[in-house]
């Protein structure tokens, strides 16, 4: 019984982060709209739609999607002492594609003052975690547009192999860019994990 209450217990953390629901309140909508959706950088890198400014109106609406029936959104937060102190730094999204399949597509940001610090692989390893052991997934997919360098290294060292490109999927900057989609099976999980239930 102690090796479940643990697992339960850890469900909502890795080594330097914990994750927490993301709340319909002014704080977090402030804070993904200040820290994600006003960073140009940030916001091209993540969103393939056309690049503009987004006003705060636009941002509310995007986080009500981003938490309107999700299998799962959290706020990725660095910890402290209790719940109020934790410090918010990102989100990640596992949406279901259709659930029936247990397949589902994972998004991801963090905010500029808290990248390059590894919390990326970080977070993808927890996420890719929770979704086969907690979320009863078989499949987590994701898409990367091409000049996401960083991105789509952190998918291929974490275990995502590539399925398919998109040609020519995103304009930016006068350029047309390949989009990459990519997944990880239930069972390359388990291999990487070195675990079999």
Known sequence: MDCI????????????LVYRAIEDN???KSFLYTQLQLDPATSAL???SIHRPSNRKESDQWVDILV????????ICLPGDSLKDFVPIGYISIKGLPMYQ???SLSIQIAPAYQNRGYGSEVINWAMDWSFKWGGLHSLT???SLYNERAVAVYRKAGFRQEGISKEAVYRNRKWWDTVQMAILEQEW????GTKN
Do not use: C, I
């Open 142 to 144: 994701l898409g990367a």
């Open 190 to 193: 388990e291999a990487l994990r």
């Open 102 to 104: 247990r397949r589902a």
């Open 68 to 75: 309107s029936n999700p299998l799962l959104s959290v706020m």
């Open 5 to 16: 209450t643990s697992a339960l217990a850890g469900a909502f953390r890795s080594k330097r």
């Open 46 to 48: 993540s969103d393939p």
């Open 26 to 28: 002014d704080a977090d």
